[in-house]
């Protein structure tokens, strides 16, 4: 029986009442991704006969999420346990010969460790497998109990433990395979027999094994993997694991990461051989960086592509942006949407791009606003410089050929263009057409007038002696005093 005969069931139906949160439970991020993203990632490299989610709770939030990675979705419209999530999915499960059953809250579970999992589950020709985990505190957890031959007899709530179960610490992940020809019979047989009148899953468990079917546990080899979310405590672990499985990760692949303790690495950043990231950097979503580059303290880089040899300096913000081979940024740049930045660029002090192409060698080192421009190779931006994009209705283009000269302190009225090899003088405010290697300035003529400033000091001074003295309040109160004697 290979995986192509098994389904998967993800149940995500659900609120998490004790995050205390407007959001459903499995809209959560950890990791870069919401909770039910990292558990449906977990389970496409098992190359199943299909995934399906249980959605009830911002139901269509979640496939929104889910659909696009080749998940379909299952309505339970009424929350009545994990029992009848599964019941609701029977249909979408026509044609399986197993399931394999996962809460969307259990990000950290590993592709490795389901497929293992679901081999145990052939092999051992069961009617269900578990994924347990040994916990040293067990506490909160259902107990796996196992009979002397290894097999399972029940799973048994931490609440409902006898005396001499309490130190069993093999605990219930709420991962499980079934045989669906084995399993049907038994759900048919659940009853909501207990204080939130629903079905139980671990109920179904308890019915196969009185059956005598073969129910087998097997223990997951990193119980972090079973860890579930629901305190925001526990979500804030969770992501900690995942940002430290991301830069052990990484550091394999031969990155160095200064104080690994302090980064945020999303699971699907890539960096190349040698590449240096410093304390305190954020690296997250599709991030791809090349060999040889530096990231410097503090910066955050989303949804970016950085060529090798790319240098990042401190506090820099780039998102959704390009950077090939050479480039350096910052410090205290921003790269916002579709900037590109061209081989050997750089992009300054409090520089921002938007939708921007820097050629090559181009250099933007100060102070400078780039919004929808287009600034060919080799030119040099002054510091200050703005290109005025939007005119309260669109956004227009600016365009600056190769090799031009723009001073500090100008301002580019778009739609405009500067030619190559053309010179701008500081100060001026561009709303014409510059020809190539030709000399713009667009400033008011400087008038020097000689003497004035002598002359104006000189009638504040006569201003200033004319006014009456005013007497502080000192020396009121001493002459009252001296009157009153």
Not at 56 to 85: F, M, N, S
Not at 170 to 185: A, G, T
Not at 407 to 417: H, I, Q
Request: charged share 20%; net charge positive; with cysteine.
């Amino acid at each position: 029986m290979a995986n192509h005969d098994f389904a998967v069931v993800i149940l995500a139906a659900g609120k998490g009442t004790r995050l205390k949160s407007n959001l459903a439970k499995v809209l959560h991020r950890a990791g870069g991704r919401t909770l039910v993203e990292q558990v449906v990632h977990a389970c496409m490299g098992l190359k199943t006969r299909g995934i399906h989610v249980v959605v009830g709770h911002q139901g269509e939030q979640v496939a929104a999420l889910v659909t696009p990675l080749g998940a379909k979705t299952v309505l339970q419209q009424l929350q009545r346990g994990t029992g009848h999530a599964l019941l609701v999915a029977r249909r979408a499960l026509a044609g399986a010969k197993c399931v394999l059953v996962l809460p969307g809250d259990a990000p950290l579970v590993r592709t490795e460790t389901l497929a293992e999992l679901m081999r145990a589950h052939r092999d051992g020709t069961a009617a269900a497998t578990i994924l347990s985990a040994m916990l040293g505190n067990p506490a909160g957890y259902g107990r796996v109990i196992r009979r002397t031959d290894g097999t399972v007899s029940a799973i048994v709530e931490q609440t409902q433990l006898a005396q001499n179960q309490r130190d069993i610490n093999e605990v219930n992940s709420s991962i499980y395979c079934f045989d669906l020809q084995k399993l049907w019979p038994a759900m048919a047989r659940l009853k909501p027999e207990n204080a939130h009148r629903e079905l139980y899953l671990t109920d179904a468990i308890a019915l196969l094994a009185q059956g005598n079917q073969t129910v087998l546990a097997r223990v997951a080899p990193d119980a972090n993997e079973i860890l579930g979310c629901n305190t925001r405590e526990e979500l804030a672990e969770v992501d900690r694991t995942f940002r430290r499985r991301a830069a052990e990760k990484l550091m394999a692949a031969g990155v160095s990461i200064q104080f690994p303790e302090t980064v945020v690495i999303d699971s699907e950043v890539i960096a190349g051989t040698d590449t240096i990231i410093e304390a305190n950097v954020q690296l997250l979503g599709r991030t791809k960086i090349g060999a040889n580059c530096t990231i410097r303290t503090g910066s955050v880089i989303s949804d970016c592509m950085l060529g090798d040899n790319v240098i990042v300096k401190p506090y820099s913000v780039l998102h959704a942006s390009r950077v090939a081979a050479g480039a350096q940024i910052g410090p205290f740049a921003h790269l916002r949407e579709a900037a590109d930045l061209h081989e050997n660029s750089r992009v300054g002090n409090f520089v921002e791009v938007k939708k921007s192409t820097i050629g090559k060698g181009v250099k933007a080192m100060h102070l400078s606003y780039l919004g929808d421009a287009k600034i060919g190779d080799d030119s040099n931006i002054g510091a200050g410089t703005i290109t005025c994009n939007y005119d309260g209705v669109n956004k227009n283009p600016t365009i600056i050929g190769r090799k031009v000269f723009i001073g500090s302190d100008t301002a580019l009225v778009a739609p405009v263009r500067v030619g190559d090899g053309a010179y701008v003088g500081a100060g001026s405010v561009v709303t014409e057409n510059v020809p190539a290697d030709a000399l713009a300035i667009a400033r008011g003529k400087q008038v020097n007038k000689a003497g004035w400033a002598r002359a104006r000091r000189r009638e504040m001074a006569v201003k200033l002696a004319a006014r009456p003295k005013r007497i502080s309040k000192k020396t009121k109160a001493s002459r009252h005093k001296n009157k009153s004697r």
